[in-house]
């Protein structure tokens, strides 16, 4: 470097003001050292992307390579990824699945129900419900060869070693079958130490998603058992008959002592389970529940305002436009719905990726809105359960 | 609006406090965020019942309301002192090596002096010597310095910094072995390295004496509602006072023009998204790395630039698990919101610990809830548990290893908190573990970097200027001066006043 005071550079001036301070010259040949020895890091460049995108891939490509008959109600559809290898998962875990159906685009989550183990694809198990918008459309529309996009695997619905233990029960409703043979084989390849048992519950057994494979895993594994529940089956059905109880459950598992709770399925069949494994006695701490969604009728639920009559809001997003939208319709589908597009994930008010600011009006959020302190401060809703009780005013 | 006079690329602490003042201070502003919160480090996450705070150990800065520190008025000029609530620490920490000591300081600089002469009984003149050099360093530090260094007078310096000439840039460690023999003392006054992210052999003296003496004088806080409470109070009071936002947007270039005497100006930041937003500054609180070698669209960054770099070194990430544990914080024997918990008094071989994928022989333990109730649901408890970690470390774990690495890895923390703090594994009921690389997702950082680059002396403002390669781009944030908290909101507005003087001499220059 050259001595010429550099006129805009005051620093310099005071260097010679420094000098007097022990360990200052040192410390300055230190650093001149180094800048003949050190890198520009300019080696580092694009690395974080790079290391990031493996693990969480913000979008990931995907192309349906087969689509599988499990039931006259349910496919599984197999994606392969068209772009990176498939990012790796916990059992358990979720991708948000993008679609554009009639011009609209919006998207759900849905668990994977391919073994974590699997690199080359992802499965999703998807089971017709009466009304649903995209579950229907997957069900209806996707053949081998579509593209879709998704997010990464997210959620925190898996089975975590720190504090789960040995002893697993998994109570599944229904689809909630798709996370929970993912965290089977996963408890499988972990060895004979640990126990998993599923009680698994459904209305018909036409209904039964996996059964085979679930019948035929019990008989080969001794540390994996599985109870059947069906409520409407015929004469010759040797599972129980009927819908799960505190009792059936304490009478096919005995202690619940160390258990881990896991439960999974259509909201009214969380809700029972949760309350009937309180009155057992299971702790909150042993209980792990899967997001299921926004709410179908918050104008049930307790804390809904009782003031409203109207069956329409105005929503106006600050300086892009309004729209009409209806009462108890999340916030983030009427948003879709008219063409704006928030980022998303779980919509079922965990993730706090689409998050909004209410500048003005108010919204009702029902207890599946996991929002920080602040944001019920500064206005802030997680807009895939935030239901607009008046005109409101917001900010994205 | 696509015109703007200055953009602040990420809403980190440097860049919210950039961007606020900014708006406040009349200059039209854009905030862009790759996230979907504002904070950086300084946010929040929910699981279950629980909220976690991320980063905030301990606040420094604030004072008290009768002995108010230049936070107070930093957070009053920028709107958002009413928009929050603090919580003052009792303790600045008990720090415990099971088997040779268990010591808690108060958060007071008397009762400080106190705890210790009572402890080290054959140190007791030495602690008071060491602790007014604490106090006499910070006094300069704060005050003497700055003002000799802008005066630039040799003389000025000599007669109102004496103990910062001897010894402020003395190696903590040199200066804690000149003043003690009793190796336990010194283990304990040095644990405040860890937030510097470097063992005492490798710090200057005074970053560790300003710690200790601005902790136990100006008191340790938390904020309610955690530093996300901060983070989102600010983005309010910027978005109060007119200023843009975009979330979900990260800068993808900056673009400049180059002048006639081929030195290049900003014009304008490019969004990932494509959208192309003029503007007359740039305040970068993305890392400087970033910022230079990857946002510019110069091709190669600066030759000052290199130079500085090269100098550098890529500092410290973390390894945390946020735990929520359903019990109380008396339950769990916790007597002091935060601790430390070492195997060694050897910080040496703390650190070297730090560049391995082994488990920590040093790491510390804060309970947001004891100082209040509010910070955990009721009869509850939110703990952190935090080893520092270099980053880099993790490059060599395959993907697929990842989640095993991580739960072996943090088994390996429980155990040690475990034997100051039995029980916490029976009682989790909510637990996320972060590793460098969630760092690194979140922040965008190298090596998922949380205070910057490698905090030794060299990499304070005494030995760099501010790189003014490019007219119209500014730096806030942990990579061009201390991270931590306070530093990095102060460094954000001390930039924003900057910006906002440059584009007044502009506009004066125009008329
Ligand atoms: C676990 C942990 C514990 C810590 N403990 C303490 C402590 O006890 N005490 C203490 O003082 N400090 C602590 N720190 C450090 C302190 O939090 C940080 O040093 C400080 O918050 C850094 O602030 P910053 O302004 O540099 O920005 P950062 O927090 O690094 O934020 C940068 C922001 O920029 C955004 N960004 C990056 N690239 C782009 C782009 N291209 N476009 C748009 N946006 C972009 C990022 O998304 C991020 O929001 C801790 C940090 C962590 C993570
Ligand atoms: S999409 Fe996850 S909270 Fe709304």
Redesign the interface.
Known sequence: MSNTVNPKNNADSTYNVLNSIVGYQEAVADKAQWEKDGSDLIELKGSVDVTVATLHPKRLTLEVSKVIEETPSTKTIRFISTGAPLPPFQAGQYINLFVDIDGVSTARPYAISSACDEKNYYDLTIKRVTDGFVSNHLLDNVSQGQQFLSTGPMGTFYYNPLFHGEDLVFLAGGSGVAPAITMLKDILSRGSKYSFHMIYCNSYIDDLIFINELRSLAEQYPQFRLTEVVSRPPANFEGFKGHLSADLIRNTLGSIENKLFYVCGPTPFNDYCIGQLKSIGVPNKRIRLEANGAPKNPQQLSDWPTTIDAEEVMVTVTGRGSFKAKIGEPLLNSLERNGYSVENACRSGECSLCRVKVISGNVFNPPEAHLRKSDKTFGWVHSCVAYPTEDIEILF | MNNYDAIVIGAGNGGLTAATTLQRGGCRTLLLEKH??PGGCAT????GNY?FEVALHQLSGLGTEKKPFIMRKIFTDLGVME?VEFVQEGELYRIVVPGEFDITLPASWKGLKTVLKAEFLAEQDNIDVFLNLCEQISMESFMALPR??KI???EV??SS?PT???????SAKDVLDEFFNDKKIKTVLAAYWCYLGLPPSQIAFSDLAVMIYAYAAFKPWHI???S??M???L??SF?EAGGDVR??CAADKILTTTNTDHTSEVKAVRTEHGEVLSCKAVISNASS??TY??LLDTGQ?PVS???D??????GTSAFVLYLGL?CTPQTLGITSASNFICSTMDEELMHEQMNKLEPPVATMLTCYNFDDPSFAPEGKSQVSLLCLQYGELW?DVP??K??ETK?AL??KL?EQAEQVFPNI?D???E???ATP?TM??YL???GGSIYGFKQN??DSN????RI?AVEGLYLAGCWNGMGGFQPTYMAGESAARAVIKQLKQKETANV
């Open positions: 979907n919160i929040s996450f929910v699981r909220e928009k000799a260094r630039g007078s040799d310096l000599k910094c910062f000439i001897k010894y402020g840039l003395v309610k509602g955690g996300q409470a983070s989102s109070a983005l309010e978005l979330f979900n790395v970033l070698n990857e960054p630039v290199q130079q770099f090269k100098s550098r070194e890529i359903d490059n993907p697929d990842y989640a739960y943090a088994d429980i594994r009682n989790i009921e637990v996320e573990v690389l690194m997702r965008n950082t190298p002396a060299q005494l030995f760099r200027d003014d």
